[in-house]
């Protein structure tokens, strides 16, 4: 089994910045791929940031220029650098990753979210 913890979230007014961290442990032997998911209130689930296979990254285009999305894999870790935030930022934030495990085995796991706040 592999789990994802999350931090980094918060309150933070328009403009300002944050950095969402997003870890697994468990029963890994590589990493595929890790993004990053967004829910705000009555909407849906959205792709926000991806890393590829082979490191290539892909952006949602309503954060594109704003925000980045990094990973150590040594630490197995993901982050997001969100900068200039918006209210309309405002979600519940939570990471994928999709985890080969030994023998070739692959299973995505969700991190437990973590809550974005902009507000003045």
């Known amino acids: 089994q592999v789990q994802l913890v999350e931090s980094g979230g918060g309150l933070v007014q328009p403009g300002g910045s944050l950095r969402l961290s997003c870890t697994a442990s468990g029963s890994i032997f590589a990493i595929k791929a890790t993004d990053w998911y967004r829910q705000a209130p009555g909407k849906e689930r959205e792709l926000v940031a991806a890393i590829l296979t082979g490191g290539s990254t892909n952006y949602a285009d309503s954060v594109k220029g704003r925000f980045t999305i990094s990973r150590d894999n040594a630490k197995n870790t993901v982050y997001l650098q969100m900068n200039s935030l918006k209210p309309e930022d405002t979600a519940v934030y939570y990471c994928?990753?999709?985890?080969?495990?030994?023998?070739?085995?692959?299973?995505?796991?969700w991190g437990q979210g973590t809550q974005v706040t902009v507000s003045s």
């Open positions: 994928k990753m999709v985890v080969i495990h030994n023998g070739g085995r692959m299973n995505d796991y």
